[in-house]
């Protein structure tokens, strides 16, 4: 199936329809990337099942690798933004800034475009890869999604035997504080400024207040490609804030560092940073946003790491991770249980596989009982028929047939 999904979008810069037809027929499955791929091609597939009905052609499952709920991260992107406008004078991180985020769920009003489009494009597609369990959960209670068009498909992180044959730097082997993550993500940027701002004072003052304990006064180094110049500016030696920006082997510093710091004010999805974290080794400090969807049986004191809602138990949770022997080997521990349980390669990879499986043996079924789906199929709906045709016609300069 990866050959041909490859050549997908390949397909569809050939104005043709005999190339057209010669790429598509023959495939089991087609996988969209994002709900914006599925907008600008699911149409090439369903006018080929359209026009070939009957001719011993079998239909081709659409499905959807969600990624995260773009819409969910928005909307939470401008609820932070729209509380730091009203709260200007108070922490950046708050209490009540992530019980509002966390408990905050998007409505589906006329005006609200990003989560009807991405909605559509979850009821157009046969099924649904998503990464994180509490998407599932959203999508199903919330906003009435079928189950049976969801599965779970995390993270591929580590399998049975590279967790055998992994050794990580021990505690005393580790120094210094990370936070990582591409600057073109806007949470990432987020968390860059509430360190500098916010955290960092607190765990440095941390430190100088128990230098007579013999404690080494310990760096923060940012990496992320792309750092934009206001985040460069914050580079700052003489406070051990150490902006180096592009890693080239992230696995290399994260491996060298003893905590990760990940104050994430909001995003969606399982976040990657902390998954590679956890797979060198390093325990992670964040927050409710942070280790949204990463908890084994929603067990906060299993996690690998510790979670903050603000930013004075942020920072006093860094300083006891990172000085404290004992607890930091709990968390790495409960970081490869975690890594075990939730991001197997072999259990994730099943699953998918079994569910792709399942959906293109009962596809008629699925279709026929999919009321949301054949609706917004129906030739009066089909917007997406005409994006699909000025998507071609902007890629391939030829004619199109709109």
Known sequence: IMKDILSCERMIDDNTIASKEKRITGLSAVIFD????????????????????GENSRPILRVLDLQDIHFLRKHRQELVSSWDKHNCEGPMLSEDLMEKVVSFTPKSSSNNSSLLRELASIHRSD???????????????????????????????????????????????????ICVGGFKHPPNIDQVQVLKHEIWPQIRQNFLNESKNGFNLPSLYIYGSYPPTHISKLHSPKDGFIVKGFAADIDQVLNDARVLLAPIRFGAGIKGKIVDAFRCGCPAVTTPIGSEGMLVNNDVSSWGGLIASNSRDFSQKAFQLYTNEEKWNDCHRNSQHVLESLYSKEKNLDQIQSAIDDAILSLHERRDDDHVSNILWHQSMRSTEYFSKWIQLKETGQSSDL
């Open 34 to 53: 994002r709900y914006f791929a599925e907008e600008a091609y699911s149409f090439h597939f369903f006018q080929h099942e359209t026009e070939n009905h």
């Open 127 to 177: 099924l649904v890869l998503v990464c994180s369990p509490f998407e599932v959960e959203l999508l199903v209670n919330e906003y009435k999604i079928d189950p049976k068009k969801l599965v779970l498909a995390s993270f591929f992180a580590i399998s049975s035997a590279e967790e055998k044959s992994t050794t990580h730097k021990t505690y005393n082997e580790r120094s210094d504080f």
